[in-house]
C-alpha cells in the first residue's frame, strides 16, 4: 500500500476542486459565527450562495496575524467555547499571542492528517517513532505524538533536549524514526559519534522527519549522511493546526499540500495579486476542513512556488518547493519564531545601553546561533566585571523572552555601522 487514503490523495483535479468547493461554502457558512467574520462577511454581503466557484475566494479579504491578535482570546472562535477542548498558543510573538482553538472533530482530522504524512514517508504501524519537539502550547509535540498514534506507530514522546537521554532512547527502543529540527539533528549526531556509537550500524533509525526551521539541501544531506537515514522536509504552522500542513513524498521532490484541507495560494506580497505557478510569492492558505476556528485567505508571510507538473508518487495534490524566506521580518531560530522588536524592548530597558543593535544569525558548525551586538552608553563605566555583570544580566532577559539563548557582545558607541534609512536590524548569514 502506497497511500493512506488513496481515493483522496490521487483524486483527479477536478474532483478535487469540486471538494474544495463544497468545504469552502461550508466552511463559511460556519464562520459566520464568528465574531470577526460574521461582522466581516454581513458588511461585504459575502455568503456561502454567491461564492460559485473557487476564484471568489478572492472576494473576502485576507486575514493577517495582526487580526488574529486582534481577536485574542476567542474572537475568532466560529463554535460556542464549550464545544472546543483545546487551544494552542503560538511562540514568540509581541503583545497577544495568536491563539487556535480545536473541537474534537479538528483534533481528530489533524491526526489524520499527520498520519497520513508519515504513512506517505513509508512509516508503519510496525516503527518506533520518536518525537523530540517541545510539547505544551508548540503545536509539533502534539501534533505529531496524536499521528503517529492515530498511524498506530510505538511513540516515544522524548520532548526537547537531553542528548543523551534521546541517544539512549533511540538504541534502547529500537526507535525507527526521529521527528527533529535540522540543527539539532546535526548535534545529535556529533553526540554519538562522540559516544563511540555509528547511528547508521548500531541503530534501527531509518527515517526522521524534518521542519520548524529553515535549511539548505546540502545540510539535510549531510544529516542523511551522518545517520544513515532519509529525511524528509515537513512544514506547518499553529494556525493552520501545526504540523502536517505539507510534507515531502518519498520522491524528496516538493512538499504535498493537502488540497481537501485548505485553499492553497501565491501572491505578490507587494501588489497582493496571484502569481502563476512555478513563481515565488507568499503563501496564503485558507482552512476548509476546521470547524472550531477557520480561517481565510491567511497570510503566512513564507515565500515559497507551487512546482509545475505531476509527481511521480501518483499525488494529485499541489507540491511546494522549499521555503525561500519570510517577506516579514520573523527570524525561525531552533524552531522557536523571533521577532527582532522583541530583543529591542528588553535592549532598550537597559539605561546603561545606547540605541544602535545589530543581530546577527550565522551557522557556527553543524548549529544556527543568534549574535546581538549593542553598543554601550559613552557615559557608561568600561570597568570589566561590571560589564560582565550587565552583559549577564541581558542575556538572561533575552533568554526568559526568546526561550534561547543569544550570545551578546556589548561594543563601544559608533561601533556599529549607521544607515541614513531605515536601519538594518538583522543579518541572516545562514545560506539556505
Not at 22 to 27: D, G, P, Q
Request: proline residues 4%.
Amino acid at each position: 500500500m502506497m497511500y493512506w487514503q488513496e481515493e483522496i490523495e490521487t483524486m483527479n483535479r477536478s474532483d478535487l476542486e469540486e471538494l474544495q468547493l463544497k468545504r469552502l461554502k461550508k466552511t463559511i457558512e460556519s464562520a459566520k459565527n464568528s465574531s470577526h467574520y460574521g461582522k466581516l462577511f454581513s458588511e461585504l454581503n459575502i455568503t456561502s450562495e454567491n461564492i460559485h466557484s473557487l476564484d471568489d475566494l478572492r472576494k473576502i479579504p485576507f486575514t493577517t496575524k495582526d487580526d488574529l491578535r486582534n481577536c485574542y482570546p476567542f474572537g475568532m472562535a466560529s463554535i460556542p467555547l464549550k464545544d472546543c477542548v483545546r487551544v494552542h498558543s503560538s511562540s514568540g510573538t509581541t503583545g497577544n499571542p495568536t491563539v487556535v482553538l480545536h473541537s474534537r472533530k479538528d483534533l481528530d482530522e489533524w491526526a489524520n492528517q499527520v498520519a497520513r504524512c508519515m504513512f506517505m514517508v513509508g512509516l508503519r504501524d510496525t516503527d518506533v517513532f520518536q518525537n523530540t519537539s517541545g510539547y505544551g502550547m508548540f503545536t509539533g509535540g502534539l501534533g505529531f505524538q496524536y499521528g503517529a498514534e492515530k498511524l498506530g506507530a510505538l511513540t516515544v514522546p522524548a520532548a526537547a533536549g537531553n542528548t543523551k537521554r534521546q541517544i539512549k532512547f533511540i538504541t534502547d527502543f529500537g526507535t525507527t524514526c526521529l521527528h527533529i529540527i535540522p540543527s539539532y539533528a546535526t548535534r545529535l549526531a556529533e553526540v554519538f559519534y562522540e559516544l563511540g556509537i555509528d547511528p547508521r550500524k548500531e541503530t534501527k533509525l531509518k527515517t526522521i522527519c524534518i521542519g520548524a526551521e529553515p535549511h539548505s539541501e546540502e545540510q539535510r544531506k549531510r544529516i542523511e549522511q551522518l545517520l544513515g537515514v532519509k529525511a524528509y522536509n515537513c512544514f506547518g504552522m499553529s494556525e493552520m493546526n501545526g504540523p502536517g500542513v505539507a510534507f515531502e513524498c518519498t520522491e524528496q521532490n516538493g512538499l504535498h499540500i493537502w488540497e481537501d484541507y485548505v485553499i492553497v495560494e501565491i501572491i505578490d506580497p507587494v501588489t497582493l495579486e496571484p502569481v502563476p505557478d512555478g513563481t515565488i510569492g507568499e503563501l496564503v492558505l485558507t482552512t476548509i476542513n476546521r470547524e472550531a476556528m477557520p480561517l481565510f485567505r491567511y497570510r503566512t508571510r513564507d515565500l515559497t512556488r507551487i512546482i509545475p507538473g505531476t509527481c511521480p508518487c501518483g499525488r494529485t495534490h499541489k507540491r511546494l518547493d522549499r521555503f525561500k524566506g519570510r517577506s516579514d521580518d520573523m527570524i525561525i531560530l531552533k524552531g522557536v519564531n523571533i521577532f527582532p522588536i522583541q530583543i529591542e524592548k528588553i535592549l532598550m530597558n537597559f539605561k546603561e545601553l545606547a540605541n544602535n543593535y545589530l543581530i546577527t544569525i550565522e551557522t557556527v558548525g553543524n548549529s544556527d546561533e543568534m549574535q546581538v551586538e549593542v553598543e554601550i552608553s559613552d557615559l557608561f563605566t568600561d570597568d570589566y566585571s561590571t560589564l560582565q555583570k550587565l552583559s549577564k544580566n541581558i542575556t538572561h532577559q533575552l533568554k526568559d523572552e526568546l526561550l534561547i539563548t543569544p550570545r551578546l557582545k556589548l561594543v563601544a558607541k559608533g561601533s556599529l555601522p549607521v544607515q541614513e534609512g531605515k536601519a538594518i536590524r538583522v543579518r541572516d548569514l545562514r545560506k539556505f
